[in-house]
């Protein structure tokens, strides 16, 4: 047995030293926890409140930059938000610490410093999945990790990496279904990825996604149905379906375009379609629109590549010109892209084989602790089982001598009494059935009293007074005390009910104060209308007080009585 327990103490003690804690010695302020709550569904409101007034902490300016962020405004806090990031890696808060990086990353997005950003919403996924177990990743900080994921697929997309795209779309996907996400954001995702799988020409992934997205869409008047149906009609168009018929599906979207970029989005997808079918004139006129028009360069440098390519067949040279002197800045851009592209992949690397690691080194632990759990569990068991049955031995050793001895006294007294107790349960039945029958009649001359009292009491004008005040009103839980003001009982009122009270059971207010020494003026006026039956909002009008005020008083005097029965049951009971 010694040698088990020293063995129990030991796996312990290395249970003790896989527990994962983490201590931290912020503590933040009720106000900015409050405004954090409050940016969730309203930022403008949020901003408000933070530019209303500057506080000195480190969570201020987190707030601030995630404000200004989601108000669509210029970081303007920088240096005080590395000054906060600083911070909080230092004291180990890691869940602000990775909106830190990811709001440092957006800074540096904001500068086109592509990789830095990179970096920092790698940061922010990294301090998450290395401080949190999976099973924590819900609510608020699933909706993170589903945003920060969101902001890397958009990145790599950006660069043409799509295989890195797919990989973040994948991962915020499955973040944004572990919280109450809107279903535009989960049908917006399974697009983005349809789109990616579309430029691979993995078409039939692609079409799995796209699917996806249609059914997860409900308002087919939204811009994320519009994109979605967009996207189908040109891959359907590159699975052989009739161009013809995608043209005329892109017309239907074209023509419920809200905005310009969409607008010139739609021309130019009906261009290509155009452009690739070789009927120029037709893709002339929708694509130099777009070249003329649209503010966005994205689609401007298309529209421009396949309106040189269209010169190129037409042998319009002095167009040709145009659009390649537009394209000329943007020679060099591809092979700076490419430096950029082997940044970007290698951090992608890094990301996903410490991400592998991170599982693997989670996986091995919750492994172990399994085990070190099962065998302290049995090594508990076996310890129990073996303290429990030397002590059950000795038990029974000693239980078995003295039941030799009481059964040997029990019978010689039972020799003795065999006489005495028949003639005794004889006196006692007929005794019981006396007091049975004395106790039925003093039971019904009480009732009868109690009844009478009642009766009494409830006539009494006071007590008319009071049940005609509430009399068919119908007052609600959430009611306020100034809600019904004329419902309220005078401090007049209240003492002639004390009197009436007094009047029909004396002593009443003396059993109180026995079984609650300490009870006040308010919680005597409540026991003393629920002598009248009357329920918590009734008595919350009459008294002028809040529900919940009459609600936990109620809790009070049922704790401080002792009883687990209502306050009006009990009260009626001891009087009644």
Same mark, same amino acid.
């Given at each position: ?30 106000r ?55 911070y ?6 890691p869940?602000l ?11 540096y ?53 799509h ?29 983005? +990825?349809g ?5 691979m020409? =993995?078409? @039939? /992934? !692609?079409?799995? *996604? $796209?699917? #996806? ?56 997808? +009906? ?5 690739f079918?070789? =009927?120029? @004139? /037709? !893709?002339?006129? *929708? $694509?130099? #629109?777009?070249?003329?028009n649209?503010?966005?360069l ?131 039945r007929?005794?019981?059935?006396e ?6 009649e ?19 004008d ?13 007052i ?26 007094e ?19 308010n919680?005597?006026?409540q ?14 009008a ?14 009070k ?10 306050l ?9």
């Amino acid at each position: 047995m010694k040698r088990s327990l020293s063995l129990l103490l030991i796996i312990v003690t290395m249970v003790s030293c896989l527990r994962h804690a983490t201590e931290t010695a912020y503590a933040p302020s009720p106000r900015l926890v409050a405004i954090d709550t409050l940016m969730q569904s309203r930022p403008d409101s949020a901003l408000t409140l933070l530019l209303d007034s500057t506080i000195d902490d480190p969570y201020y300016q987190l707030l601030l930059s995630e404000a200004l962020y989601k108000n669509y405004y210029d970081q303007i806090n920088r240096s005080e938000l590395l000054d906060a990031m600083s911070y909080f890696d230092s004291i180990n808060d890691p869940f602000l610490s990775a909106r830190c990086h990811y709001m440092n990353g957006v800074g540096y997005y904001e500068m086109d410093s592509v990789v830095l950003a990179c970096q920092e919403y790698m940061k922010a996924l990294e301090i998450m999945e290395e401080h949190f177990e999976e099973k924590e990743l819900v609510g608020h900080k699933a909706k993170f990790m589903a945003l920060t994921n969101t902001h890397l697929s958009d990145l790599f997309s950006d660069m043409y990496l799509h295989n890195s795209s797919i990989y973040y779309g994948k991962r915020s996907l499955y973040y944004y279904q572990r919280y109450a996400a809107e279903p535009w954001h989960i049908a917006w995702v399974l697009n983005e +990825i349809g789109l990616q799988y579309h430029v691979m020409d =993995q078409l @039939d /992934s !692609a079409n799995l *996604y $796209l699917d #996806k997205t249609m059914m997860m869409i409900r308002d087919t008047n939204s811009l994320t149905y519009r994109d979605a149906a967009t996207a189908r009609a040109l891959l359907f168009y590159d699975m052989g379906l009739n161009p013809q018929a995608v043209v005329e599906h892109l017309h239907s979207v074209l023509i419920r375009a809200e905005s310009e970029y969409e607008y010139y989005s739609r021309c130019t997808a +009906i261009g290509k379609i155009f452009y690739f079918e070789l =009927q120029y @004139d /037709s !893709a002339w006129f *929708y $694509l130099n #629109k777009v070249f003329e028009n649209t503010a966005k360069l994205s689609l401007k440098k298309q529209a421009a590549e396949w309106l040189m390519e269209i010169c190129k067949a037409q042998n319009k040279e002095d167009e040709f010109s145009k659009y390649a002197g537009f394209l000329a800045p943007f020679a060099n851009q591809e092979e700076e892209n490419s430096e950029l592209k082997s940044k970007l992949t290698e951090l992608y690397k890094i990301y996903t084989q410490n991400h592998l690691e991170r599982q693997h080194h989670k996986e091995t632990r919750q492994h172990l602790k399994r085990t070190v759990f099962f065998v302290v569990g049995i090594l508990f068991v076996m310890f129990v089982f073996a303290f429990l049955f030397s002590l059950n031995k000795k038990k029974r050793n000693r239980l078995e001598i003295k039941l030799k001895d009481e059964v040997f006294a029990h019978q010689m007294k039972q020799k003795a009494l065999g006489g005495k107790m028949k003639v005794l349960n004889e006196a006692l039945r007929t005794e019981r059935f006396e007091k049975n029958e004395l106790k039925k009649e003093l039971k019904a001359k009480h009732n009868q009293l109690n009844w009478d009292s009642l009766d009494l009491f409830l006539g009494e004008d006071i007590c008319k007074e009071v049940l005609k005040k509430i009399e068919g009103s119908s007052i609600k839980r959430i009611a306020k005390k100034e809600d019904y003001i004329e419902l309220g009982l005078s401090d007049t009122q209240i003492t002639q009910l004390m009197v009436a009270v007094e009047k029909h059971f004396p002593g009443f207010l003396a059993q109180l104060t026995d079984l609650y020494p300490k009870i006040n003026r308010n919680e005597t006026n409540q026991c003393l209308l629920c002598l009248l039956n009357l329920q918590n909002t009734q008595i919350a009008a009459l008294l002028q007080n809040d529900y919940s005020t009459i609600k936990k008083r109620s809790v009070k005097l049922t704790n401080a009585f002792g009883t687990d029965k209502t306050l009006q049951a009990f009260l009626r009971e001891m009087v009644f």
